[in-house]
């Protein structure tokens, strides 16, 4: 009894270093064909639409109606409206999904410029006539923090109301 007493307690001193292993695993090794590390996306030179599902259509979702559960907002037919009030333009540079991307200036600018066409996200939302974003104009931009959000959206909303602009953002307010 004493000797089984001895061996048991032997044996739960000597488990952890049995399963202990080094993490990461020194003789991990990539899987074949994957031996490449993964070109980073500012340099993958995809196209407008993969980036867009790349990096904003996790929460954004393929086709621009987001999700008021997630407090993101539909900009599908609606995110032209943006153009249309002053510091709307700045704004869609600023947010924190676009200037905190993955993606370069020139491809930021390509994705917005593509966004508020008529049939990329916008819909009849934008204006008639705006300049396109351009490589210089968002790297200005996206460096500059805003400070408040939520007051700053809701300003450019109530402005937007003023116009007499319907508010579909799918947001309900
Ligand atoms: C992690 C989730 C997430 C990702 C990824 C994301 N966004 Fe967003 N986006 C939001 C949320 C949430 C808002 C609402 C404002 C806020 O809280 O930032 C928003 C707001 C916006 C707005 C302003 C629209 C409005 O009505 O206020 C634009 C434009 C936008 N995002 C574009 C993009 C683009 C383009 C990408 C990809 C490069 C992207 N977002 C990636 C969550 C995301």
Not at 1 to 24: D, N, Q, T, W
Request: charged share 15%; proline share 8%; hydrophobic share 40%.
């Amino acid at each position: 009894m004493r000797h089984l007493l001895i061996l048991g307690l032997a044996l739960a001193i000597a488990a952890p270093s049995v399963y202990a292993r080094a993490i990461p695993n020194p003789n991990q090794r990539h899987a074949p064909g994957n031996e490449a590390p993964q070109t980073p996306i500012a340099q993958a030179n995809y196209s407008v639409g993969v980036n867009y599902q790349l990096q904003c259509a996790g929460c954004h979702l393929p086709d621009g109606t987001g999700s008021a559960a997630n407090d993101t907002p539909r900009m599908a037919g609606f995110v032209g409206n943006f153009l249309k009030v002053p510091g709307g333009r700045e704004f869609l540079v600023r947010v924190p999904g676009m200037s905190q991307s993955a993606l370069n200036n020139a491809q930021l600018a390509d994705l917005l410029n593509w966004l508020l066409r008529e049939d990329g996200m916008a819909g009849a939302s934008a204006p008639k006539n705006y300049p396109p974003y351009s490589a210089d104009e968002v790297a200005q931009l996206r460096h500059e923090t805003m400070l408040n959000l939520p007051g700053t959206r809701a300003q450019l909303i109530k402005e937007m109301r003023t116009q007499g602009i319907a508010i579909d953002d799918g947001m309900n307010d």
